[in-house]
């Protein structure tokens, strides 16, 4: 079983790590201003994870897809990354760098898997990142 964990920032905001069963990162989210839009995020990764597309733009000539979507991409150091949007198209929830394709896309089938009955950990009171 998955679990979203929910930290507090030191500026006053809100942010998620989605672990999977052995405790490991899978993605993180935005900083959200408020408790209730970070739930909300939680909600819409939960929601478009398992439906969304794969859209790989490691490939030349790759084709966009429709939200929601995974996007997964090399970034500078050319390391394989993906970005989960929703169908409105915002980013909601980030993953690491990976060294291969083949990590990357196990992370993204980590986060279908871990979602389905993830549990929420909200932060204690004095608990701030």
């Known amino acids: 079983m998955g679990k979203f964990v929910v930290k507090r920032t030191n500026n006053g905001g809100w942010k998620f790590d989605l672990k999977a069963r052995n405790g490991q990162v899978i993605c993180t989210s935005q900083t959200y201003k408020s408790e209730k839009s970070c739930l909300n995020g939680i909600a819409s990764v939960t929601k478009n994870s398992p439906v969304a597309n794969l859209e790989d733009q490691t490939v030349e000539g790759w084709e966009k897809t429709r939200f929601p979507k995974f996007e997964v991409y090399t970034d500078k150091a050319g390391e394989f ?11 909601i929830a980030v993953g690491e760098g990976y060294t291969t394709l083949r990590k990357c896309l196990n992370g993204i089938e980590s986060i279908r898997k871990n979602v389905v009955d993830a549990t929420t950990e909200m932060p204690k009171e004095e608990e701030a990142e």
């Open 81 to 91: 990354r993906f970005r989960l949007k929703a169908t409105n198209g915002q980013i």
